[in-house]
């Protein structure tokens, strides 16, 4: 192969990447450009692909009305972290170390879980939750969500805490370390990445949730964003740029976060794929 065949080849990989992208792209840019679009040009005829005359009055509606919704997502993701962290650190390393009799069935037991429609478990939460109380609280919407992430967490924190050399473990035994002492000071700061993927994934399920949101806080004092701009939409048709900077705010967490810890990501979801 000669290397004009090649630069050539690579030249057409390039511009279809730049087209995929574009193309998936193009509704976030979209998003943007109507939350700066005053109202009076929403509606025009063709559309104004660029906001030539920008507006802020979306985002000032978004800041006027959605920061008490903005805060509670913020809490309930947050408390996602917590809750999917706690347990799902000690049960890898549960199943990872100790060698814990039926490890492989409870990992089956995991993968079937994550397959269950989230609209199914809702259906078992509101019977659930409408018996002890926990309807439109916070505390059942992080409870709700951690069950999508603990899953998924057990079963990243077996992944890698496997490939922990147990020598590291033995060497802590022989000076007297226990379990607990042992997966406190060895296990845990050695999956720091492992901790990181987990606490992203599981804040931006909370974060986005809207069936639990929908399900099981419709009526709650508090509620998500994802509810927020869904009611948002069914009270106000007119005010698409406010709808649209609502969206816009709504997805910077996200983006920041995933920007952030974007290395830290790609080494824990490969973590323990390559043993030595």
């Not at 511009?15 to 193009?26: I, K, P, Q, R, Y």
């Not at 005053?38 to 906001?51: I, Y």
């Not at 939750?129 to 926990?134: A, F, V």
């Not at 473990?169 to 060895?186: E, K, M, S, Y």
């Amino acid at each position: 192969m000669t290397a004009s065949s090649s630069t050539r080849r690579t030249w057409w990989k390039s511009v279809l990447g730049v087209v995929f992208t574009l193309v998936m792209l193009f509704p976030v840019y979209w998003m943007v450009n109507v939350s700066f679009t005053a109202t009076s040009d929403l509606r025009r005829t063709p559309p104004q692909w660029f906001p030539w005359d920008p507006t802020f009055d979306g985002y000032a509606a978004v800041f006027a009305q959605q920061l008490p919704a903005l805060g509670t997502s913020l809490i309930i993701g947050l408390g996602c972290v917590a809750v999917t962290l706690v347990i799902a650190a000690p049960a890898g390393y549960a199943l990872a170390l100790l060698n814990l009799s039926g490890g492989r069935s409870l990992n089956f037991v995991l993968l079937v879980a994550q397959m269950i429609p989230a609209v199914v478990m809702a259906m078992g939460f509101y019977a659930v939750y409408n018996s002890l109380g926990l309807l439109n609280t916070v505390w059942g919407l992080i409870i709700a969500d951690s069950t999508i992430a603990v899953p998924f967490g057990v079963l990243l924190f077996t992944a890698f805490m496997s490939g922990i050399p147990r020598e590291l473990l033995q060497a802590a035994r022989v000076d007297g370390a226990g379990t607990w002492r042992t997966f406190v000071l060895i296990v845990l700061p050695l999956s720091r990445n492992s901790m990181l993927t987990v606490s992203l994934f599981a804040f931006l399920w909370a974060w986005s949730d809207f069936i639990f949101a929908s399900t099981l806080n419709r009526n709650g004092d508090l509620i998500p964003i994802t509810l927020s701009i869904y009611n948002y939409i069914g009270n106000n048709t007119t005010q698409w740029n406010a709808i649209m900077a609502t969206a816009v705010v709504a997805s910077v967490p996200a983006a920041v976060l995933l920007v952030i810890a974007q290395r830290y990501v790609a080494a824990g979801v490969t973590a323990g794929a390559i043993k030595d």
